[in-house]
């Protein structure tokens, strides 16, 4: 192998690596901004019958938050475990709430298909504003925060979560 070809392989290895690292940082949550988590809990949505709902209305409860999509492959995998686990866990104070950034048609479609037994309300522009404001810089879906039954926010999570993780995660808070 000649000089130029050694030079332009060890460029593309450097350029891989350069790449799996920034795909690693990018996965992980940043800091919040302060009073960030807690303002998510007084925002008011619109939920799937285009009432308006707060998070504040779980108070209480371990509440599992999860940013979605329909169009997002990794989100529409997670929600048959949440709905499972709402099923398991909420009549021992665990709650999940989806925020969909998304067609609110589609939502409701999605919600009906797959049999969504949790609130699931509507987001917008200001809701993704909200993911960077919690550490979700890239605005990456889906992104799920887990508070505490005193709502302090615990968990940030970029990426889909499976059973195993989520019930690592939940099991010392119920």
């Avoid at 990018?26 to 939920?47: F, K, W």
């Avoid at 799937?48 to 995998?77: D, M």
């Avoid at 479609?109 to 890239?138: C, D, H, K, M």
Wanted: charge should be negative.
């Amino acid at each position: 192998m000649s000089r130029h070809n050694w030079l332009l392989a060890g460029v593309a290895v450097l350029a891989l690596a350069a790449g799996f690292a920034a795909a690693i940082w990018l996965r992980q949550p940043g800091p919040s901004q302060p009073g960030a988590a807690e303002s998510l809990l007084t925002v008011q949505l619109p939920d799937l019958q285009n009432r308006p709902r707060a998070l504040s209305e779980h108070q209480g409860k371990v509440l599992v938050v999860n940013f979605w999509a329909t169009w997002c492959p990794p989100c529409r995998e997670e929600v048959p475990v949440f709905i499972e686990t709402q099923a398991k866990y909420g009549g021992k104070g665990l709650q999940f709430v989806g925020i969909a950034l998304d067609d609110p048609q589609k939502v409701a479609a999605f919600a009906q298909e797959f049999g969504i037994n949790y609130p699931v309300l509507i987001g917008g522009v200001e809701e993704t504003e909200i993911l960077r404001q919690l550490g979700n810089s890239g605005g990456g879906l889906p992104y799920t925060l887990i508070y505490g039954r005193n709502g302090q926010l615990l968990e940030k999570i970029i990426g889909g979560l499976d059973q195993a993780r989520l019930e690592h995660l939940i099991q010392p808070l119920i």
